[in-house]
């Protein structure tokens, strides 16, 4: 039966297609949940069980730009000590690489 032996070729085919799609479009997706909530600006009341009303807290423009400036002078702050750490161990590994130079070059003048 020869249709058969078709007919999984091209279910198979299909599956291999749905497999690549979905790999690709994992792969390339933007994703959105790395991204931060974005604040309610909601004031309204909203109820609650038993018929009460319960304020939403929101959070003003001023207040979300005020933590997005200090977090972004702490990254800025730790992007530096960074920096520093990374210039102090330079330095230090030029300071042994001079030594070891010295050193050498010590040994070599012993062996004149």
Known sequence: ???????????????????????????????????PAVASLRTEDVPVEGGAVAP????TKA???EEAK??????????????????????AEAEVADEAAKAEAKVDDAAK
Do not use: H, Q
């Open 63 to 65: 207040e979300t730009v």
């Open 70 to 91: 200090a977090k972004a002078e702490a990254d800025a702050d730790a992007e530096a000590d960074a920096k520093a750490d990374v210039e102090a161990k330079v330095e």
């Open 56 to 59: 939403v807290e929101a959070e």
């Open 1 to 35: 039966m020869p249709e058969a032996n078709v007919l999984y070729s091209v279910t198979a085919a299909v599956i291999v297609g749905l497999v690549v799609w979905v790999l690709f479009v994992l792969k390339t997706a933007k994703e959105p949940w790395a991204r």
